[in-house]
């Protein structure tokens, strides 16, 4: 008796999982991936400033705080989440939008312009990457830079 209770105990936890991972709500993408006219070029813009700030006052809060790491861990903690969620929101925005989506691949006259596209994508990939890595304001300022550029390029000068 006591085997099979134990049994159904194990069963049941199993089950309980299972459940509620199927259960869970899931999160949903921030771009459908159809042409659907929704989504547009200012806004993604926007938005990646605002992913660099963000960043940028995470780094700087990490830095406070690691003045008194003891007693800050769980702030630094968060603050080094935030940013590296926010670095992958703006690595998600290169690549689900831009890459994916509005820079098309060009043959002839343009494919100069197309390469440097591509290659400020790059670069701000990398940013991206670099801002998960460490709290130097320099790899937000670099990002900056990056985006203005890649902006210029993408909307053209005067844009």
């Not at 809060?61 to 929101?89: C, F, M, V, Y």
């Not at 831009?98 to 990939?125: N, S, T, W």
């Not at 709290?135 to 985006?147: G, M, P, S």
């Amino acid at each position: 008796m006591k085997q099979h209770t134990l049994v159904l105990l194990i069963l049941t936890a199993l089950l309980g999982i299972v459940s509620s991972d199927l259960l869970r709500p899931k999160p949903a993408s921030a771009h459908c991936q159809i042409p659907c006219g929704i989504y547009n070029d200012p806004t993604r813009f926007s938005l990646l400033q605002e992913h660099i700030t963000t960043i940028e006052k995470s780094m700087k809060q990490s830095t406070l705080l690691a003045a008194e790491p003891g007693k800050n861990a769980n702030q630094i903690a968060r603050w080094t989440l935030n940013k590296e969620k926010h670095a992958d929101a703006f690595a998600d925005i290169i690549v689900s939008y831009f890459l994916q989506q509005r820079i098309k691949p060009v043959a002839g006259e343009g494919r100069l312009d197309y390469l440097k596209k591509l290659e400020l994508c790059h670069h701000l990939l990398v940013g991206a990457m670099k801002a998960k890595q460490s709290t130097d304001l320099k790899v937000t300022a670099d990002l900056q830079t990056k985006l203005l550029t890649f902006q210029q390029a993408y909307l053209g000068k005067g844009k």
